[in-house]
């Protein structure tokens, strides 16, 4: 027969056991309910400490890859309007060899082909003198794109009418910008961003089909410790506790 004394101690340390495994099932269901694995300092101070090192890695990466694109959309926009301007040149070109034969032009139509000409000269001019990125100028000799280690510094086209072979070398030049510079940069800089995003997951987030399985063990020695507290109050009270072990 166990004494009093023992049935008590041998009580207290049942429930003790059960408030243990009642425990672990929370700690297993919270990072189940919020996707974290580190939802507190204590669950992991070392792994708390290198996620939140690479979340602001990550920060400065987002940044550095949002001033790239936006470097991107100003080239873009800066070839659109020389491509435009380009394009009229283009014409003039044509143009002028229609005019360089008048023989075979009928009536009024040179008059109308030089009206079209200057036309497209106007036009030109007022591409390059309004063109502008956010409300700034982009051909007043004065913008440029600098990122990382490149930049390029767009033409003064504003005072007057460039040649078709100056607009494309200047398109060349953006393009050779846009790919070499901005893209291989955004390039590494997208590529660095996945795979700190997943290193930092791998560290801070839950892993559903380990903690899912720690769940299930944790509520079955949850379960156990409640039949043995059970068992041990029923005892206790004839004075007959036995030793449980969960």
Do not use: H, W
């Not at 100003?74 to 044509?94: E, I, M, P, Q």
């Not at 460039?162 to 800089?189: C, Y």
């Not at 944790?218 to 030793?243: E, H, K, P, W, Y």
Request: net charge negative; aromatic share 4%.
């Amino acid at each position: 027969m166990v004494g009093p004394a023992n049935s008590i101690n041998t009580l207290s340390a049942t429930l003790g056991r059960l408030g243990n495994a009642l425990d672990r099932v929370q700690n297993s269901t919270t990072p189940l309910a919020t996707g974290k694995r580190i939802n507190r300092a204590a669950d992991d101070p070392a792994g708390l400490i290198s996620a939140q090192n690479l979340s602001a890695v990550l920060e400065a990466l987002e940044a550095e890859a949002f001033t790239l694109r936006r470097a991107g959309t100003a080239a873009g926009t800066a070839d659109g309007y020389l491509a435009a301007a380009s394009d009229l040149l283009v014409d003039n070109a044509g143009i002028e060899v229609q005019l360089a034969n008048t023989a075979g032009l009928a009536p009024g139509e040179a008059d109308a082909l030089r009206a079209q000409f200057a036309a497209n000269e106007q036009a030109v001019t007022r591409i390059t003198g309004n063109a502008a990125f956010n409300g700034i100028k982009l051909f007043n000799g004065t913008y440029s794109l600098q990122v990382g280690g490149g930049r390029l510094e767009l033409p003064d086209l504003a005072n007057s009418v460039p040649t078709q072979q100056a607009l494309a070398a200047r398109r060349g030049e953006v393009g050779a910008f846009q790919k070499n510079i901005i893209g291989a940069r955004l390039e590494v800089v997208e590529a660095t961003l996945q795979s700190t995003a997943q290193t930092r997951s791998m560290i801070q987030d839950t892993d559903f089909a380990r903690q899912t399985a720690e769940l299930v063990r944790n509520q079955t020695l949850a379960q156990t410790s409640q039949l043995a507290a059970g068992q041990a109050i029923r005892q206790a009270a004839v004075g007959s506790l036995l030793d449980v072990t969960a």
